[in-house]
């Protein structure tokens, strides 16, 4: 468990965090927030890189300042600016991590070797850093993340860089480790989508507060996306579906050739498509949406 208790944190005089609780228990917590909110903050305090002024953090009951050589054996972490010396290959930034980690070197290359194997890039081992694409040096990040499959793993934005298979290599594997090796994850994001699938539990900070924390599947049963596209080959459709939603009081906007309309409920979704025979689709996932509801469209 991560255990956050009344904390206060500031870069400068202002502070980001004031008297700041949050627990996390889920196996794989979505952390999300506006550009700014606080997450990467968050995390530094958590493995002890930033130092709070007041409060308490623990992951598994250890404290990242006192007991920092023993968290880091337990706590994997990639950093959202994963950036290791560019000059040594992805062989031996897997060996040198793993030794930090309190790994023996030769099992430290087998694993994150077989993590890489999964991304199809262990061709790349004795490649040096420099010469890796953003992808990939965002594979070679969560791979280092999971070296001696820790307790904790914490990714700072880990898909961000990834083409769409990667990505679900990504996702899926962090599901499996979950379930299959007992680990716990915590994925800060702002590729909801992915959370979706592969969260179990979402916390929101907005401004250094806590905005919402709730299970994935209380969001999915109680959330409902409130805005469908409905896309048109031509003008006239377009005006006439136009016409005959607005006549029946719905809230609809042109997009280019598409009609953007607002519903309030299931009912009216079923509605409108008697209304108009045309494909419908959610502009935004159910999260996405709890987003946009909780922290609206203000942005700093
Ligand atoms: N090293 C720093 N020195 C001073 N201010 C900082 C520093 N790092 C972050 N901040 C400020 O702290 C606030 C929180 O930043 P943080 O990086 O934690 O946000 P974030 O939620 O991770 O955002 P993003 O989604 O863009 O990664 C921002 O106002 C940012 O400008
Ligand atoms: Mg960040």
């Not at 206060?8 to 909110?37: H, R, W």
């Not at 054996?73 to 930090?100: C, N, Y």
């Not at 904790?152 to 990667?166: M, Q, R």
């Not at 579906?241 to 299931?266: C, D, F, I, N, P």
Request: hydrophobic share 40%.
């Amino acid at each position: 468990m991560i255990n956050i208790d009344k904390i206060t944190f500031g870069y400068g005089k202002d502070p980001i965090f004031e008297d700041f609780s949050l627990q996390m228990n889920g196996k794989v917590t979505g952390l999300i927030g506006q550009n700014g909110a606080g997450k990467t903050t968050l995390v530094n305090l958590m493995i002890g890189l930033l130092r709070i002024k007041d409060g308490s953090i623990t992951i598994d009951g250890l404290s990242p300042l006192k007991q920092r050589e023993e968290l880091l054996k337990r706590v994997g972490v990639m950093f959202e600016d994963s950036d290791f010396p560019q000059w040594a290959t992805i062989r031996e930034h897997l060996r040198f991590i793993g030794q930090l980690r309190g790994m023996d070197a030769a099992e430290a290359e087998r694993q994150g070797l077989a993590t890489l194997e999964r991304f199809g890039i262990t061709e790349k081992a004795d490649e040096k850093f420099q010469k890796l694409s953003a992808g990939m040096k965002q594979k070679f990040g969560i791979a280092q993340a999971l070296l001696g499959y820790p307790n904790y793993v914490i990714l700072d934005e880990p898909t961000a860089n990834l083409d769409v298979n990667a990505r679900i290599t990504a996702l899926e594997y962090i599901q499996d480790l979950a379930y299959t090796k007992d680990m716990n994850f915590v994925i800060l994001s702002h590729i909801l989508h992915d959370l979706e699938r592969v969260c179990d539990e979402i916390v929101v900070i907005h401004k250094g507060r806590l905005l919402k924390q709730s299970s994935m599947a209380d969001i999915l049963k109680e959330g409902m996306v409130r805005d469908y596209t409905v896309r048109f080959t031509s003008p006239e459709e377009q005006e006439k579906s136009l016409e005959t939603l607005q006549k029946e009081g719905y809230e609809v906007r042109k997009r280019g050739l598409a009609l953007e309309v607002h519903v309030e409920s299931r009912g009216d979704l079923e509605k409108i498509q008697e209304l108009i025979n045309e494909d419908i689709s959610p502009v935004r996932s159910i999260l996405e949406q709890l987003f946009v509801d909780l922290v609206g469209g203000e942005s700093d």
